[in-house]
């Protein structure tokens, strides 16, 4: 099960595998205050395409469509495939650091993971 969670939202026995998926750590919260398995930046959008992007929800559509095709060719590859199979054995809960809960990259890589593995996603 891949669930996502703001990182600004308690961390909770249920998570399981905690994993950041920004490049960027998030404002104000100390490092132990998350209580993560695993900072994933190499499976975050570039600098670039998140710039560019600027969590504008009119720019989500063609967001996601570039994140993945960067998720299906960059360095994030090998990371993903592992979330993947950890999905696949117990709950994966991808943390994140954006305000909008429906527009981020971490909704797009919560897809992907669940594509990957057959299943429809779950609602956030």
Same mark, same amino acid.
């Given at each position: ?46 600098? $670039? ?7 504008? #929800? ?11 095709? $960067? ?49 429809? #996603? $779950?609602?956030?």
């Amino acid at each position: 099960m891949v669930r996502i969670k703001r990182a600004y939202d308690e961390a909770a026995r249920g998570d399981g595998y905690r994993v950041l998926v920004d490049r960027l750590w998030p404002r104000g919260i100390a490092k132990a205050a998350l209580r993560l398995d695993l900072w994933a930046k190499d499976v975050a959008p570039s600098p $670039e395409l998140r710039r560019w992007f600027g969590h504008d #929800p009119a720019r989500f559509r063609a967001f996601a469509r570039r994140y993945l095709a $960067e998720l299906r060719t960059g360095p994030g590859r090998a990371v993903l495939d592992d979330l993947a199979r950890r999905a696949a054995r117990g709950t994966v809960t991808l943390v994140y650091g954006a305000r909008d809960q429906e527009h981020n990259g971490a909704v797009v890589l919560r897809e992907a993971l669940e594509e990957r593995r057959g299943v429809a #996603p $779950e609602a956030p």
